[in-house]
């Protein structure tokens, strides 16, 4: 089982900045993969930003060049840099694990959710 902890949503203008940050406990050693999705009302949850544990990452494209994932595997947490602000960027967005073990083969892992409000 793997635990994840966001923080750092909150409330910024247009063209502003925020850096979210997940902190993963329990069986990290299993983790594969880590990520921000988010959720904007009304639409589906959406894939922000990933990073393998090679280090290899993605986005979406509606964040390349003002978002950046990063990972600091001693802290076992994950950022999401957020630079450029949109209001289209609004949502509440979930850190994500993926996670492999023997027993329960690859599972997927969600955080609570942090809200992030852009406002014009």
């Known amino acids: 089982q793997v635990q994840l902890v966001e923080s750092g949503g909150g409330l910024v203008q247009a063209g502003g900045s925020l850096r979210l940050s997940c902190v993963a406990s329990?069986?990290?050693?299993?983790?594969?993969?880590m990520g921000w999705y988010r959720q904007a009302p009304g639409k589906q949850r959406e894939l922000v930003a990933g990073?393998?544990?090679?280090?290899?990452?993605n986005y979406a494209d509606s964040v390349k060049g003002r978002f950046t994932i990063s990972r600091d595997n001693a802290k076992n947490t994950v950022f999401l840099q957020m630079h450029s602000l949109k209001p289209e960027d609004t949502a509440v967005y979930y850190c994500?694990?993926?996670?492999?073990?023997?027993?329960?083969?690859?599972?997927?892992?969600w955080g609570q959710g942090t809200q992030v409000t852009v406002s014009s």
């Open positions: 994500h694990a993926g996670a492999w073990s023997a027993r329960l083969g690859q599972n997927d892992y």
């Open positions: 329990g069986s990290i050693f299993s983790i594969n993969r």
């Open positions: 990073i393998l544990n090679g280090g290899n990452t």
